[in-house]
């Protein structure tokens, strides 16, 4: 009988503590905009698998666009590739490709530069065709004033990819002194059209540019005769 009331008391003071438990344990789950309880299994994985971007790889992998993009959408690209341009690489067992010498290494870390560098100089072109018009008509000049804001803005654009494409060409032409292609064959063949002038934005971002001086000069050549009258 003695043993009996041992056992019931063990059990008592166990359940107890298994309620405090539980009520402290419990703080754990507590969504703060909810009366509902996050699940363990929930929870868990959540703690455990949290990803937090910070290196060159990170920041680059992280970008896309969606098939209906905007503004918002390239400029958060813009600012992903300018923040990978300013972190470290990952460890080289930890790269994009196979890497097994220095040498390797150091190509890959060239091409990366130069392949970042034309993301964000392409996605300055993209912001600027939001804000240009291919073909300027007649009726447009309606909206001259708005016009002309959004050529400038389009030429701003235009002139901000040049710097990026000038690095980009820059670690094309270093990347290409190493006699070996890595296992990047996409940025191996941009890197060696650039160095063979295959791919040549110079001629593409001033014609862009040309294109736009050319349409604010007949926005303000019309915004001066409507002056005038």
């Keep these: 009988m003695k043993k009996i009331k041992v056992y019931i008391a063990a059990i008592s003071v166990f359940a107890a503590l298994s309620n405090s438990l539980f009520a402290e344990l419990r703080l754990d789950y507590y969504y703060d905009q909810s009366d509902m309880y996050t699940k363990f299994s929930d929870w868990l994985p959540k703690q455990l698998h949290q990803w937090h971007p910070q290196t060159v790889e990170d920041f680059f992998l992280m970008y896309g666009l969606k098939m209906l993009y905007g503004e918002p959408e390239i400029r958060r690209n813009i600012y992903f590739l300018n923040t990978a341009l300013e972190r470290r690489f990952r460890h080289p067992s930890q790269a994009l490709c196979k890497i097994e010498t220095r040498e390797q290494y150091h190509k890959y870390r060239l091409l990366m530069f130069m392949h970042l560098n034309l993301m964000i100089m392409r996605s300055y072109l993209s912001l600027g065709a939001l ?97 005038q009258k």
Aim: proline share 2%; no cysteine; hydrophobic share 35%.
């Design 131 to 227: 804000y240009d018009k291919r073909h300027l008509y007649f009726y447009n000049l309606d909206f001259a004033d708005d016009l002309k804001v959004s050529f400038s803005a389009a030429g701003g654009f235009y002139q901000q990819a040049l710097p990026y494409w000038k690095k980009a060409r820059e670690y094309a032409q270093k990347a290409g002194a190493y006699k070996f292609d890595l296992d990047l064959q996409p940025m191996e063949s941009i890197r060696f059209d650039i160095q063979t002038g295959e791919i040549d934005y110079d001629k593409i971002i001033a014609k862009h540019i040309a294109s736009v001086k050319d349409k604010e000069k007949t926005v303000a050549d019309f915004l001066g005769s409507q002056s």
